[in-house]
């Protein structure tokens, strides 16, 4: 499960809508009838999602904290 912080009320509610959508196209709709200044977070934070999803998927987000640890102890 992806997590993503730091999100307002109103952008928990259209990433929770967003989520719940069975494709792509029906996520577009939804993005389509939403007002702009919703419809424009709902836009980002789908390609949010897509970006979570695909780090998860490939394991990298382990990879940052395996970076992390590496710049740390390369700089003792």
Not at 57 to 68: H, M, N, S, V, W
């Amino acid at each position: 499960m992806i997590q993503i912080t730091g999100l307002t009320h109103r952008q928990r509610e259209i990433i929770d809508i967003l989520w719940n959508c069975q494709s792509l196209g029906q996520a577009e709709a939804v993005l389509a009838a939403l007002p702009y200044k919703d419809g424009c977070d709902g836009r980002s934070l789908l390609q949010i999602a897509a970006w979570e999803c695909t780090e998860q998927e490939q394991g990298l987000d382990t990879y940052a904290d395996a970076a992390k640890t590496a710049i740390r102890n390369a700089s003792r």
